[in-house]
């Protein structure tokens, strides 16, 4: 019997063990084309059981932080996810000409990205953001 019973939890850690399994997502959009931008920073957010979105905070650490327009993240599987991509730009000044782009701009947002389970052969998600 005890042999059972520690054949079910060892059954049940490896279940849950297997639920948590995560992948690359690999995400990718266009730069921008404001010649002040100096990176981008990705945020994200988990979308809720049963939900069809939810929306990242910016005011917290971004999930990745690039200058180029790809990042890699590690999701879990089964979840789905809200993504926002930052441009990131010096800040404004009293000085700052009017003709130049300075601060952040508006969040490109998807709020709902599925992450599928990894099948064999595939390595990432590509998920594109317009």
């Not at 003709?99 to 709902?112: E, F, K, V």
């Amino acid at each position: 019997m005890r042999f059972l019973r520690s054949l079910l939890l060892l059954f049940a850690g490896a279940t849950a063990f297997a639920q948590a399994a995560t992948r690359p997502v690999v995400i990718t959009w266009t730069a921008s084309t404001s010649t002040s931008v100096t990176g981008y920073s990705v945020f994200t957010c988990t979308v809720a059981s049963g939900g069809t979105s939810c929306t990242p905070s910016l005011t917290g650490t971004p999930a990745a932080s690039v200058s180029g327009t790809t990042a890699t993240l590690t999701e879990t599987t089964g979840l789905a996810y809200g993504i926002s991509v930052v441009a990131v730009a010096p800040p404004c000044g009293p000085t700052t000409p009017p003709t130049t782009a300075c601060g952040n701009s508006a969040p490109a947002t998807l709020s709902y990205v599925p992450v599928p389970p990894q099948v064999a052969g595939a390595s990432n998600v590509v998920v594109v953001v317009p």
